[in-house]
């Protein structure tokens, strides 16, 4: 064995050492598969074909390259030519000539009709094309700068790879051939075209830039294949074999030769026997070059340690006599440069540290095979194999997923002109961390079309599940955030953002890679950006799964956050296939949630966007739409600001509606009664609500009904910042009664009724995407006073003004809401109450003039189909130094809410809650919920220890006379001190 160390030669130690522990590249790292590898410039690519027809042939595994310009403006022969060369052996190079002028950016029409046949050309090529891409502006002078000439460039590059790629998946793109200059290499490399190239191709230049430029592309973009174009053509063909060689000494992949327009055989004789000789996996070889020629080159070939070896002879030198560094070489033999015929060479001389021999008759380059003592012969080379193919296995770099992903969806975009279908959107609003939701779904005809959006009818409204009879839909504020400056997986070549690779992972029973973005720097001036995942499968780099949160939000709407989930399609038929190139991959499927500051509340807006009844490419999809847009729908329409209602001029025309009217004004009127009054109260009157009060921004309503008065405004981007804030007003003409429980009877000597009313300062702040922090200061009154039943000789509360300070977090995602919560309350001069010898009045305890609640609550809904809905919240509320006006109640009103419980009533220090629920609808006809509550309340005052107390409701909604929205509230307490029924009745109508 220390024989074999010994004698074992340096250069193979080297390669071993290279295979097994050095970075192993994919297939386009690596270069093509040969080395050295040439090709031929023509001008017109139907030339070499004869000459590639007669022998040696070309076998399928040899490559020859064959390079000529395509301008894009006559790619209909490009099919035939291509198909020629490919036929003949060679392997087609495209170099595909823009012309679109300078400043790329704003010759947009130009270059998307450049791109597309760019895109043609590559699937009229066939398997396995190289492209190059070539710039030629038409209004290219000189003088240009060359930073902007470095950025155009760079641009049209990425947008023409993607395109081509997107054509044709297995396609190669090179640059055009750059000057040999570092700085200008590292100035294109900025723009980020590395993922978007399998190749650079350098032009001729003296061996020190090339040197010093391909130098820089190892730092820039380590193992890419480097391409030499052009050389000239040398007097004797021969010569090409010498060239090549050099060339890939010093680092080129590929070694382009400008061809002579009278190309023949002979002339291409030597470039293919070039092709069949050294193709395969070669690797130049230094150590075992040949001392004895003028210049020499080794190249050993990985699967079977063998050489080949390509030597300049010295002017008409009529042998040559050489000697390799390496004893355990063995068989040699020539090969004729211009017929591929092999001879053996005899009468080799073999040393310690040597192998010699002489070759007659050289010629001006000598092409050698030189084998190798066979690797079974040496001791511990067993098992080799297998270390090099576990040592080759790597990571695809996210750049190249990008690449690909971006591809697949530009081939995608480009058979994908149009499609419709039927959009149904519902949003599902929710508040604070109950279970009571609201839920809008908009439903209809859905037409997009590529560049230029989509338009969408609104045919069918729902409220809870109840179709909306009207002939009219009434048109929403459209709450959405402002548009992102820039998609991240839109292909638009910036650097907005950065990428990482997570991992791999299973999604729908597809295997992906796990991409995760982000904006590359902090988002200023409004722009808004996004953050998130990409799902990118590994068969075909199509999207499987995407989510995306909008950072950088200014304005009311806090978050918003979106899952794509792709669903692969027929092309024929739309219906659900396979996940196949051949498909189409929609996200027929979006689910998000938005968070949206109204009245400095964090109100959840959950949206599930669904299509169905896809038609794809489909003939009629202009004159369906145009009868939609001719229809009296409410209709809206994306555009570069968002969504905006497409609305009819006097002509009948639909116009894009810029402005829109924020505010709404509603009838508003019902009847509240639980046994807390002495008579069911009648509410009725105007709410006025606006998002946008006369321009100002800030949201406002005012709900007068009667005895009741609510009024709000709210400011959701103070002085541009993220804080929100407002002020609220609540009075309540109509008194209370306020009844006391003891040991499981009312105590109505101590019934007293009270009136209140109180204006509150709010002022908010996001906490990152999906939470908020609210503070709160509130100014109470109430007014206490005696019922008929009250004792004559009860001592009635003093008359109060509260103070109370409250701090409140709260965290949603995903549909789950997370609360907790704590406030201070100063009373302005609590004195003794109650009645005489009671424990209330003669042990008034001064400490309660100052109490404290908190509060942590979790709440979520689940949509099931067919507008059903189970809801589930569990809540904890607790206290210090309360009293019984201070302590928790559980009617209507109350801070935990019972079905069936009258406010006033029941009072606890402390109680855990849970409320469940079950909704489903009736025909479109009727919505009906079903709820249980339950709470285990405590107080010892009153004797509570854990009581339980349940509650049974009903609450319903259903569209009744004058498309008024009619909604019903009904309890009935099942278990506890309470026995009682509550019933809340309201009516909406909405005004125009």
Request: charged share 25%; proline share 6%; net charge negative.
């Amino acid at each position: 064995m220390r024989h074999f160390i010994r004698r074992f030669p340096r250069s193979l130690s080297l390669l071993l050492l290279t295979a097994v522990l050095g970075p192993a590249g994919s297939a386009l790292a690596q270069g093509p598969p040969c080395k050295p590898c040439a090709g031929i410039l023509v001008d017109d690519p139907r030339g070499p074909v004869t000459g590639l027809e007669t022998e040696p042939r070309l076998a399928d595994e040899e490559r020859l390259y064959v390079a000529w310009p395509v301008a894009l403006d006559e790619v209909d022969d490009v099919a035939a030519e291509a198909s020629a060369l490919r036929e003949a052996g060679a392997r087609p190079w495209l170099r595909l000539i823009f012309r679109t002028p300078r400043p790329v950016t704003e010759n947009a029409a130009r270059l998307g009709q450049e791109l597309e046949r760019a895109a043609e050309v590559a699937r009229a090529a066939g398997t396995g094309s190289h492209f190059q891409i070539l710039w030629q502006p038409d209004n290219d002078a000189g003088g240009a700068d060359a930073t902007a000439a470095t950025a155009d460039y760079a641009f049209l590059l990425k947008r023409a790879s993607v395109a081509v790629a997107g054509a044709a998946d297995d396609s190669i793109v090179v640059t055009a051939a750059l000057a040999a200059d570092p700085e200008a290499l590292s100035a294109l490399y900025a723009e980020d075209v590395a993922a978007y190239v399998q190749g650079v191709a350098l032009a001729p230049a003296p061996k020190a830039d090339l040197d010093a430029a391909l130098a820089r592309l190892a730092e820039l973009d380590p193992g890419k294949p480097v391409v030499l174009d052009a050389a000239p053509w040398p007097q004797d063909p021969r010569l090409t074999l010498s060239e090549a060689a050099r060339w890939a000494a010093q680092g080129f992949s590929l070694s382009f030769f400008k061809a002579p327009s009278a190309l023949t055989a002979a002339d291409l004789a030597p470039l293919k026997v070039l092709a069949r000789e050294f193709q395969g996996d070669l690797s130049l070889d230094p150590y075992s070059k040949p001392e004895g020629g003028e210049e020499a080159w080794s190249f050993v070939r990985g699967e079977d340690l063998q050489l080949r070896v390509v030597v300049r002879a010295p002017q008409d030198s009529g042998e040559l006599d050489l000697s390799f560094p390496d004893s355990q070489l063995t068989r040699p033999s020539k090969v004729d440069p211009e017929t591929g015929e092999t001879y053996d060479i005899f009468g080799q001389q073999r040393s310690a540290d040597a192998f010699k021999l002489r070759v007659d008759d050289p010629g001006p380059v000598a092409l050698l095979r030189v084998e190798r003592m066979s690797a079974e012969e040496i001791e511990g080379l067993e098992g080799l194999e297998e270390k090099v193919t576990v040592a080759g296995e790597r990571q695809i770099p996210v750049e190249e997923i990008l690449r690909r992903l971006q591809a697949f969806q530009d081939a995608q975009d480009r058979r994908l002109d149009h499609y419709q279908a039927i959009n149904t959107m519902h949003l599902r609003f929710a508040s604070g961390a109950g279970v009571q939701n609201f839920e809008a779904s908009l439903e209809g005809p859905f037409f997009f079309a590529r560049g230029k959006g989509f338009d969408w009818a609104w045919q069918t409204l729902y409220f809870n599940g109840v179709r909306w009879r009207g002939k009219e839909l009434p048109e929403f504020p459209l709450l959405q955030p402002e548009k992102a400056a820039a998609l991240p997986l839109e292909i638009n070549f910036s650097k907005e953002y950065s990428y990482r690779l997570r991992g791999s992972d299973t999604v729908d029973g597809r295997a992906c890679w796990v991409v995760d973005f982000s904006p590359a720097g902090e988002t200023t001036g409004g722009r808004t950006l996004y953050q998130g995942t990409v799902w990118v499968d590994k068969e075909h780099f199509g999207p499987v799964r995407t989510r995306a949160l909008q950072v950088g939000l200014e304005g009311e709407v806090l978050s918003n956050e979106e899952t794509f989930y792709f669903t692969p399609v027929t092309p024929d038929t739309g219906t659900a296939s396979d996940w196949t190139p051949e498909s189409f991959w929609l996200p027929l499927r979006v689910v998000g949630q938005q968070l949206v500051s109204v009245l400095n509340a964090s109100i959840l807006i959950e949206k599930e966007t669904v299509l169905t009844a896809l038609e794809l490419n489909g003939p009629e999809f202009e004159s369906r739409r145009e009868a939609v847009l001719a229809s009296d729908s409410t209709m809206v329409r994306d555009t570069d600001k968002g969504l905006r209602y497409l609305v009819k001029d006097e002509a009948g025309e639909r116009q894009v509606q810029e402005g829109f009217d924020p505010s709404r004004r509603f009838v508003a009127a019902g009847v509240l009664w639980d046994e807390s009054f002495d008579y069911p109260l009648p509410l009725g009157g105007i709410d006025f609500f606006s998002f946008d009060y006369r321009g100002t921004g800030k949201q406002v309503n005012l709900l007068f009904a009667g005895a009741l008065l609510v009024g709000n405004i709210a400011d959701p981007d103070v002085f541009g910042s993220k804080w929100d804030a407002g002020a609220n007003v609540f009075a309540l003409a109509v008194a209370g009664s306020d009844t006391p429980y003891q040991d499981g009877e009312e105590v109505l000597p101590e019934k007293i009724e009270s009136r209140p009313a109180n204006v509150s300062l709010f002022l908010g702040h996001p906490l990152g995407s999906f939470g908020k922090l609210d503070l709160t200061y509130t100014l109470g009154y109430v007014d206490y006073g005696t019922s008929d039943d009250t004792a004559d000789d009860f001592v009635v509360p003093k008359d109060q003004f509260t103070h109370t300070f409250r701090l409140e977090t709260s965290f949603t995602r995903n549909g789950y809401r997370l609360v907790a919560g704590a406030e201070e309350t100063m009373r302005s001069d609590w004195q003794p109450w109650g009645r005489p010898g009671s424990a209330t009045l003669d042990a008034f305890d001064p400490d309660t003039e100052q109490f404290t609640l908190w509060n942590f609550g979790a709440a979520k809904s689940w949509w099931l189909p067919k507008f059903q809905k189970v809801g589930l919240e569990v809540e904890y509320r607790d206290g210090r130094n309360l009293d019984r006006f201070s302590k928790y109640q559980f009617g209507y009103f109350s801070s935990i809410r019972v079905h069936g419980y009258q406010s006033d009533k029941v009072r606890a220090s402390s109680a855990y809650a849970t409320h469940l629920t079950y909704g489903f609808e009736f025909g479109e006809q009727f919505r009906l919920e079903l709820v249980g509550d339950a709470a285990w309340a405590t107080d010892d005052e009153t004797g509570l220890d854990n009581e339980f107390l349940g509650g049974v409701g009903i609450t319903g909604n259903f569209i009744g006379p004058w498309n008024t929205l009619v909604n019903l509230d009904l309890g009935v307490a099942v278990a506890g001190p309470d026995d009682g029924v509550s019933v809340f009745v309201t009516f909406l109508k909405l005004l125009k």
